[in-house]
């Protein structure tokens, strides 16, 4: 499994779904119109998604090991 | 991967061609109120911001020109534009204005105010319009009101683009009354879910 992996910070999300679409994975989706969910299992963490956030939300952190 | 494209993944052509229209016959103005009811629609019995994810041909065009055609800084949104008080306080500030819209419209059906062929630009700025209509094509109201409903679009297309060029592509997404509204009706809806 990839190193890295997404986080999002739900508080400042603002659920515009960029990094939706921009996913190669479909690993984020906006959930309920509320905030980004990332799927950690299918994450590769090869930070797309933090790049386009218009807010910064997404960070990219080390993956903890399950 | 290539994901697959839908329909609703062109609408940034619709944008160009609402905005194009705009210049020609201002009366198309009205096809905006589908950029404001849809969104609230969704939102309201769908629960969700479909709209913003997927339709929204605005968001799409600054994705468009921001990104793949590189006319955007990429640089990080500042803070204070996605903090709550700047969100809330612009959509406030935007309701103002759509509501004072309302109000010059109904002056002008009501016979108190005459019809002003121009638009107004970032709420200040008149500019003459006054090609795109012919008077007494209809009812002076619903002229008034294109007016005035464009004038709103066009000003907020700007501001959007303005933010895309400085920032990321979709900075305006940060802050669009649209998003704030849409998102606050799904929080609500969701309790929090």
């Known amino acids: 499994m990839a190193k890295r992996v997404a986080s999002v910070d739900k508080k400042r999300c603002v659920a515009c779904g960029v990094c939706e679409n921009t996913c190669p994975l479909a690993a984020v989706k906006v959930h309920r119109g509320c905030y980004a969910v990332v799927e950690e299992t299918l994450c590769v963490g090869c930070g797309k998604c933090a790049k386009s956030c218009p807010v910064g939300c997404i960070e990219m952190k080390e993956r903890v090991a399950v | ?34 950029d404001f009811l849809v969104p609230l629609g969704i939102a309201i019995f769908g629960g969700n911001k479909f709209f913003c994810n997927h339709l929204c041909g605005r968001g799409q065009l600054f994705s468009k020109l921001g ?69 007494g094509t209809v009812a002076d109201w619903v002229a008034q009101f294109s007016f005035g409903f464009y004038s709103l679009m066009l000003t907020s297309l700007l501001l959007g683009l303005i933010v895309m060029v400085l920032y990321k592509p979709r900075t305006w997404c940060a802050f669009c009354p649209m998003g704030t509204m849409t998102q606050g009706i799904c929080k609500l809806k969701n309790n929090g879910k």
């Open chain 2, 67 to 135: 990104g793949d055609l590189k006319c955007s800084r990429n640089k990080s949104t500042p803070r204070w534009m996605s903090s709550k008080w700047f969100k809330y306080g612009f959509l406030i500030f935007f309701l103002t204005m759509f509501g004072n819209m309302v109000f010059q419209t109904y002056l002008v059906g009501a016979g108190a105010s005459s019809l002003r062929e121009a638009i107004k630009l970032f709420w200040t700025f008149r500019v003459p319009w006054g090609w795109t209509y012919t008077a």
């Open chain 2, 1 to 34: 991967m290539k994901k697959k494209k839908h329909w609703y993944d062109y609408l940034w052509i619709w944008a160009i061609i609402y905005f194009a229209l705009g210049f020609f016959n201002i009366l198309f103005a009205w096809f905006g109120m589908i």
